[in-house]
């Protein structure tokens, strides 16, 4: 049976001189080992994911390409401590996730992982500063600490002027630059992006691509992106194909 193992080894990557290059890079930080999840649809069982391996060392940025239903989300979900596998271990910094506390793994998702989602998923009674201040709220960061980290936050994705804005009236590719703003508050280790520019013009999914990549590059955050794109999945280092469950690369 063929390797399956996937890993990312960003020392020999990413260019000198680069916020990541100067950090402790090259150390596995997430890792999937031998994880199959299974999901049953009335008489129909699911094998979304097949004995995969997947190891993210810090500073990674790793794309995973693959046709709708063949696994994509669910690895993300596994990643980032939403969902638990039937077979294997979810390992982040030597621990399983499934030997670690309720409170634990809140921890792990709410300050290690950010999430961009395909929807943008935020809440439109809010204004942008509002929105991207929730994650911080449930970190237990101070009330001044939240608001200076979210208005900074949004000056660095080119939302300065639009921190009062609500979505309604703000443009997709605006509301999708809140969610970045959001998933980078909490400073993560790891930043998990479903289908970012799924629901953008090409246009605008470029330019929210260049800007993850700038920030990827900048802050020295291990990415993983799900999609469908090829144009998208060109900014990664490696790429990866979900195919009847399995990992190729």
Same mark, same amino acid.
């Given at each position: 049976?063929?390797?399956?193992?996937?890993?990312?080894?960003?020392?020999?990557?990413?260019?000198?001189?680069?916020?990541?290059?100067?950090?402790?890079?090259?150390?596995p930080s997430i890792a999937l080992r031998e994880v199959t999840k299974r999901y049953r649809m009335g008489d129909e069982?699911?094998?979304?994911?097949?004995?995969?391996?997947?190891? @993210?060392?810090?500073?990674?940025?790793?794309?995973?390409?693959? #046709?709708?239903?063949?696994?994509?989300?669910?690895? !993300?979900?596994?990643?980032?401590?939403?969902?638990? #596998?039937?077979?294997? =271990?979810?390992?982040?910094?030597?621990?399983?996730?499934?030997?670690?506390?309720?409170?634990?793994?809140?921890?792990y998702r709410n300050r290690s992982i950010g999430y961009i989602f395909q929807s943008f998923n935020l809440q439109p009674?809010?204004?942008?500063? =509002?929105?991207?201040?929730?994650?911080?709220?449930? *970190?237990?960061? *101070?009330?001044?600490?939240?608001?200076?980290?979210?208005?900074?936050?949004?000056?660095?994705?080119? @939302?300065?002027?639009?921190?009062?804005? %609500? #979505?309604?009236?703000?443009?997709?590719?605006?509301?999708? %630059?809140?969610?970045?703003?959001?998933?980078?508050?909490?400073? #993560?280790?790891?930043?998990?992006?479903?289908?970012?520019?799924?629901?953008?013009?090409?246009?605008?999914?470029?330019?929210?691509?260049? @800007?993850?990549?700038?920030?990827?590059?900048?802050?020295?955050?291990?990415?993983?992106?799900?999609?469908?794109?090829?144009?998208? !999945?060109?900014?990664?280092?490696?790429?990866?194909?979900?195919?009847?469950?399995?990992?190729?690369?």
């Amino acid at each position: 049976m063929a390797d399956q193992t996937a890993a990312v080894n960003s020392e020999h990557r990413q260019a000198p001189g680069s916020a990541l290059a100067a950090r402790t890079a090259n150390l596995p930080s997430i890792a999937l080992r031998e994880v199959t999840k299974r999901y049953r649809m009335g008489d129909e069982e699911i094998l979304a994911l097949d004995g995969v391996n997947l190891t @993210l060392f810090d500073g990674s940025y790793v794309a995973v390409m693959g #046709p709708s239903g063949s696994g994509k989300s669910t690895l !993300a979900n596994l990643l980032g401590g939403l969902d638990t #596998p039937d077979v294997g =271990q979810v390992v982040v910094d030597g621990k399983d996730l499934a030997h670690m506390s309720d409170g634990e793994r809140s921890r792990y998702r709410n300050r290690s992982i950010g999430y961009i989602f395909q929807s943008f998923n935020l809440q439109p009674t809010l204004t942008a500063l =509002q929105n991207v201040t929730m994650p911080m709220v449930f *970190a237990g960061v *101070a009330g001044r600490e939240r608001r200076q980290r979210a208005e900074q936050a949004l000056e660095h994705v080119g @939302l300065a002027d639009r921190m009062n804005h %609500r #979505p309604t009236q703000l443009s997709g590719g605006q509301r999708q %630059r809140v969610a970045i703003a959001r998933a980078l508050v909490n400073r #993560p280790r790891l930043i998990l992006a479903d289908e970012p520019t799924g629901n953008l013009d090409s246009a605008r999914g470029q330019e929210i691509m260049e @800007l993850i990549v700038a920030l990827h590059r900048e802050k020295g955050i291990s990415l993983l992106v799900i999609t469908h794109d090829q144009e998208v !999945a060109n900014h990664a280092q490696q790429v990866l194909h979900l195919r009847d469950g399995r990992l190729h690369e």
